[in-house]
């Protein structure tokens, strides 16, 4: 058997191991740092089946190799489950959400395996998973692009727009995301947030119980209440994990909370977020600082900007151009009422200070000179904000969100 993986990082490298065992005499041929435009020469037609990795589109892999039998690392992971899965889907929020989810299933002592891109490879776990357990499964729209099999339990987050320079155009992003409710049945649940009409679109596909949040729930808000992490979206994100939980146990939300309220109480109260999601570093001379540099979207940005509306903020914004609409962008960023300085940094700087009022932001070189400008801005401001919420890729600057997260916070606490 001749197989193809298209990738090779930790999606192509588990692909490979579980397969080798499936297949022993398996013949892998691995492509690593390719073009898009490459695969025309790869000869996939010649191959019994191809693993994609995420961000490698079916579409395209179909154009040069329509004989081919296509897959992935979730693909397989669904069809070879053998417990109920909870997908999360959104633009942001999918992590935090995904982690609550667990931790409050497993404070019910509820046995649950956290995969994707938040949790460990899918399968490299998928042989010990047992079936009275619960896959907890973060997709993206890359992973949700070509499947054909839908979890149990859906939930899907809002959703805007995000990975436009992959994806073809938005409606290719969002029929994506449909693949989590396109192939539900009637014994399936979709738990979805109301106020967002794309996520509201994807839902209306599923056959399954259909469940809305935000919810008007006094019980639940003194639940998300107890959270220790900052905004609002994170409550709304609590809210999705506690519907997700009783929909995993088969029993309805009052039954949930007669039972389990105090075990749900402790992991909301122990739970400390993400790294680099609205992430608390310190306090210096009355100025906090938060590191949400894994806002890579306009979207996160806007949240973020939301979540200190009652604080005076100095934010450091801007990362890798992507050739998209700043327009509402710099609404945000220049005319929200918190907002007292903008320190811009990265390859979009210049388009988002373009025709803005010259007063309200200052080009930065670098990260470490944005965060010494944007230390001397706070002063001004009693109860004020350092927030790094670039709203865009980091790319141009860092490997990955991690790094540029990381060096925010080594120079924060230099300081």
Known sequence: MKIAILGYGKEGQCAESWLSKRYSSADFTIFDHFEIRDLARFRL????????????????????????????????????????????TGTKGKGTTASMARDLLENINQK??????????????????HKTDIAIYELSSFQLWDLEQSPHIAVILRIEPDHLNVHNNYMDYVTAKTNIAKWQTSQDYCIYYSKNADSKQIAAVSAGQKITYPLANPSIAALVNELNVVGEHNKENAEAAILATAAA?????????????????????????????????????????????????FPAMNVAIDTFADHPTIIIAGGLDRGLDLTSAKQKLFHSHNIKKVILIGQ???????GEDETKF?????????????????????????????????FDMFQNFEERGKKFQEIVLGL
Do not use: M
Request: one cysteine or more.
């Open 45 to 88: 037609d010649d191959f019994d089946f191809i693993v994609r990795t995420p961000s490698v589109s079916p579409h395209e892999i179909a154009q040069v190799a329509p004989n081919a039998q296509i897959t992935s690392v979730t693909k397989l992971f669904f069809e070879h489950c053998p417990c109920q899965i909870i997908g999360i």
């Open 112 to 129: 649950v395996w956290l995969v994707g891109n938040i949790g460990t490879p899918a399968l490299d776990i998928l042989d010990q998973i």
């Open 249 to 297: 146990l088969n029993i309805d939300l009052d039954t949930l909370l007669k039972k389990y309220s105090p075990e749900i109480t402790e992991a909301l109260q122990k739970f400390k977020g993400l790294p680099h999601r609205l992430e608390f570093i310190c306090e210096k001379d009355s100025v906090k600082y938060y590191d949400d540099s894994f806002s890579s979207a």
């Open 348 to 354: 979009t700087k210049a388009k988002l200070a373009e």
């Open 362 to 394: 200052i080009l930065a070189h670098d990260l470490f000179e944005a965060v010494r400008l944007a230390q001397k801005e706070a002063e001004n401001y009693s109860n004020s904000i350092v927030l790094l919420s670039p709203g865009a890729a980091s």
